[in-house]
């Protein structure tokens, strides 16, 4: 695969975005950190003409949030899979991008089966070690603490894009 012909990235959220902790406050109401070099590196990504889609198996305000604030397209955000297979051929189908063309950063062992499906799997650097093999690409930073920033860094320097982003 040449990574030079990637044009969307794919990302898990827990553990990928963030740091994998969720806090819950009393009211039952859910928070969660986020990493502001991951979302500047997500609107270079963005603003270099180029798609993400998220796929996750929780769903929550707190990351609608978060996508909305980094115009993230609401069409390519899958909340609440249970199958992210499934949720990868939905992305693909909405996009038209062949999955060849696809990245995807994951950490944990629901996103082996649609890693093995695109053209560059990603791991986090303090991904599954299952993940971690199937990975053409591991960040030198752990989920939540800028590990999709260095993926997309890793892109972008791969398309010759890097120093004009």
């Known amino acids: ?23 819950i406050n009393d009211d039952g109401s859910e928070t969660k950190r986020f990493n502001v070099r991951d979302g500047f590196g997500m609107r270079l990504w963005l ?4 798609k993400i889609a998220i796929i996750t198996g929780r769903s929550g305000e707190a990351l609608k949030h978060r996508l909305a604030s980094l115009k993230i397209d609401p069409e390519l955000i899958i909340q609440g899979s249970r199958n ?24 944990d062992w629901p996103d082996l089966v649609a890693m093995e499906r ?7 650097h303090d991904a599954e070690p299952e993940v ?3 990975a053409a690409f591991v960040t030198s930073r752990n989920g939540g603490h800028g590990a999709a920033r260095d993926a997309i860094a890793h892109l972008l320097k791969a398309k010759g894009l890097y120093n004009s982003a």
């Open 118 to 124: 695109v053209g560059f799997p990603m791991a986090v």
């Open 1 to 23: 695969m040449n990574i030079s012909e990637i044009e969307m990235i794919i990302f898990d959220v827990d553990g990928v975005l963030t740091d994998g902790t969720i806090n």
């Open 132 to 134: 971690i093999e199937a």
């Open 47 to 50: 603003d270099a003409g180029f």
């Open 84 to 107: 992210k297979s499934e949720a990868l051929d939905i992305i693909l189908k909405k996009t038209g991008i062949n999955p060849a063309n696809t990245a995807y950063l994951a950490d």
